[in-house]
């Protein structure tokens, strides 16, 4: 099994800027895309960051020019920088990943950090 494990959530001011960081214990596994999903109070879950293996990313129209993804394989560890916070940026933040298991990909899910933007 792989586990991610967040951190970098907190408190911020809307203007301000945070990191979030994932780490993946793969006990053997490679991880093909990886990314980062956000659940506000009361909303679905969304795609806010992904990351293919090659590097290649795409982002939710909402966070275009303010997030960037990024991935270091050697550390299975993806990040996401956040910039110009807005009070809509709050919400728990998941960490997930693709698992390569062959013929098919299964999902690995972080436990979820909490970013909470006043305004």
């Known amino acids: 099994q792989v586990q991610l494990v967040e951190s970098g959530g907190g408190l911020e001011q809307a203007g301000g800027s945070l990191r979030l960081s994932c780490v993946a214990s793969?006990?053997?596994?490679?991880?093909?895309?990886m990314g980062w999903w956000r659940q506000a109070p009361g909303k679905q879950l969304e795609l806010v960051a992904g990351?293919?293996?090659?590097?290649?990313?795409n982002y939710a129209d909402s966070v275009k020019g303010r997030f960037t993804i990024s991935r270091d394989n050697a550390k299975n560890t993806v990040y996401l920088q956040m910039n110009s916070l807005k009070p809509e940026d709050t919400a728990v933040y998941y960490c997930?990943?693709?698992?390569?298991?062959?013929?098919?990909?299964?999902?690995?899910w972080g436990q979820g950090t909490q970013v909470t933007v006043s305004s």
């Open positions: 990351i293919t293996g090659y590097g290649r990313t």
């Open positions: 997930n990943a693709k698992i390569d298991i062959g013929d098919y990909e299964d999902d690995a």
């Open positions: 793969t006990n053997g596994f490679s991880i093909n895309a």
